[in-house]
Structure formats: structure tokens, C-alpha cells
């Protein structure tokens, strides 16, 4: 888990606000992606990255925003938070090859009032 | 359309005996299919992966898994659970057709272990 970093691990924040979170990682992986567990329904991907110019929406992309600062950072942010985005996030990455597992960080804890 | 289908939402095992984590899938194509752990306020960890080959494929802790063309199925069992096993598992699939990058994760199954 430390190969892949996020921050902050714990978010309280008001409906509006605009809310960045940050991932980090070492592992030199090129794909990147940033998904949400809410129970009972698993993970949702919403935008993945293949390289640093590359951005793709995944199934639930509605709300949020993506940035790929470098092959190392990956941000996900929520313009005007909503109480529905209350959620676990979770940044993966992986090796190119399409039959590697990914790399998940620790999780981002995030609730909206 | 790609889906995955964990059954249970919750397995409950005593120390020591055999423990089976069921997940069926559906792909349209010839399937990428991985089993994740998560333990409590910790990412998903990878645990075993079906690309080709061999039907039984042998992981993590003492994990395996079987997958099963003609009843599309991808079980997870390990021959003895231990406390330790107690988590939140889920299982996962690619679509090589689809070039092999999304990844469409079941809902999950938690395990319970009692000593």
C-alpha cells in the first residue's frame, strides 16, 4: 500500500464546496484510476488514465473531475459537493499489460453534509 | 455487457474448516479474472489472477481459486480458514475484447471467521 499514496485519508466537508483529492504513487505504473466503494455495490470506476495526456470517463464520471499532473499524480476532484458523494475512494494503478492486477492506496474517506 | 455476481454478502466459517467465496461472471469475450482482500481502513490487495492455463490457480495466504468456463464461476476457497482471513473480498473481471483495461468489480462477500 505505501507504493500508492493518498491524501487526505479523512475529508468532512459542506454541500458546494469544491473538494480536491490527491494520489500519489511510486510504483512507475502508467495507468492510473480512481474508483468509489459505497456498500453493497462494490467499486465504481470514475476516470481512469492511460498516460499522462491520456483522461477517460468511466460509469460514474457525473460530478467529478479528473487531473494527471504527471505519471505519478493522479487528483480527483468534486466541483460542488453533493451528500450522494459521500463515499470511500480509492486510487489504483497498473502496468500496462492488461492482464496485471492493480494497486490500490488506502482509501480516502470522504463525507458531504 | 460485462458483469459480476458475488451471491453472498456475507460467509460465515469456523476456524479450521473449509471456506468457499462464490463469484460468477459474464463477459462477452474470454475473461481476465482476479479476487481481491480488504481488511479493515486498507485498500483492496490483490490475491490471485485467471488469465490462461491451468484451471485452479493458487494465490495469497493460502488462497486458490477455480474457474469454471461452462458455469462461468470463479470460486475462492482456502482448505483451512483462519480468524485472520476475516475481511471484505471481492471479485473482479476483464474484458480482453474490450482491450483489457476495465475492470468491473462484484459487490463484495464478507468473510467471517469465529475461533
Known amino acids: 500500500d505505501a507504493d500508492v499514496t493518498q491524501t487526505p485519508r479523512n475529508r468532512i466537508t459542506k454541500t458546494g464546496k469544491r473538494i480536491m483529492l490527491e494520489c500519489s504513487q511510486t510504483k512507475g505504473h502508467d495507468r492510473m484510476y480512481w474508483y468509489r466503494q459505497d456498500p453493497g455495490l462494490g467499486l465504481r470506476l470514475i476516470y481512469y488514465?492511460?498516460?499522462?495526456?491520456?483522461?477517460n470517463k468511466g460509469e460514474i464520471s457525473d460530478g467529478y473531475s479528473v487531473s494527471r499532473q504527471a505519471q505519478a499524480k493522479f487528483s480527483l476532484s468534486l466541483e460542488s459537493a453533493i451528500p450522494n458523494q459521500t463515499a470511500l475512494y480509492f486510487c489504483?494503478?497498473?502496468?500496462?499489460?492488461?492482464?496485471?492486477?492493480?494497486?490500490f492506496g488506502p482509501g480516502t474517506r470522504l463525507t458531504v453534509l | 455487457a460485462q458483469s459480476v455476481a458475488q451471491p453472498e454478502d456475507q460467509v460465515n466459517v469456523a476456524e479450521g474448516n473449509p471456506l468457499t467465496v462464490k463469484c460468477t461472471y459474464s463477459v462477452s469475450g474470454n475473461p481476465y479474472l482476479f479476487w481481491y482482500v480488504q481488511y479493515p481502513n486498507r485498500g483492496l490487495q490483490f490475491l490471485l489472477k485467471?488469465?490462461?492455463?491451468?484451471?485452479l490457480v493458487k494465490g495469497s495466504y493460502g488462497f486458490e481459486a477455480e474457474f469454471n468456463k461452462s458455469q462461468t464461476s470463479f470460486h475462492l476457497k482456502k482448505p483451512s480458514a483462519l480468524v485472520s482471513d476475516s475481511a471484505l473480498y471481492f471479485c473482479a473481471v476483464r474484458d480482453i475484447n474490450t482491450g483489457g483495461f476495465k475492470t468491473i468489480f462484484g459487490a463484495g462477500t464478507r468473510l467471517f471467521v469465529k475461533a
Open positions: 488514465s492511460f498516460d499522462v495526456k491520456d483522461i
Open positions: 485467471y488469465i490462461t492455463g491451468d484451471n
Open positions: 489504483a494503478t497498473s502496468d500496462i499489460e492488461g492482464d496485471n492486477e492493480q494497486f
